[in-house]
């Protein structure tokens, strides 16, 4: 069974930064791919970015060269960085990891960005 925890998230101002962190426990099989949602109230859930056990990154135009994303294979963990949020990136945020075995998601972890 995996499980995935996100933490980090919280209250920040317009133009701070955030690092959030998922933890993922159970077997997670290679090749996969680990990355970031998010979903904002009455919208659709949304790709942040994700990375391959490859380290092939793929992130949504909008958050290039503000998010940044990581992982650490060997702590099954995945990592984003967020610099210079705006109030718009408000929204809960959702660690994913695909592989054959399945599509897992985390709880989320709620950010808030305050003009």
């Known amino acids: 069974q995996v499980q995935l925890v996100e933490s980090g998230g919280g209250l920040v101002q317009a133009g701070g930064s955030l690092i959030l962190s998922c933890a993922a426990s159970?077997?997670?099989?290679?090749?996969?791919?680990m990355g970031w949602y998010r979903q904002a109230p009455g919208k659709r859930r949304e790709l942040v970015a994700t990375?391959?056990?490859?380290?092939?990154?793929n992130y949504e135009d909008s958050m290039k060269g503000r998010f940044t994303i990581s992982r650490d294979n060997a702590k099954k963990m995945v990592f984003l960085r967020m610099n210079s949020l705006k109030p718009e990136d408000t929204a809960a945020y959702y660690c994913?990891?695909?592989?054959?075995?399945?599509?897992?998601w985390g709880q989320g972890t709620q950010v808030t960005v305050s003009s």
């Open positions: 990375m391959t056990s490859g380290s092939i990154t």
């Open positions: 159970g077997n997670i099989f290679s090749p996969n791919t």
């Open positions: 994913n990891v695909r592989m054959v075995s399945g599509n897992y």
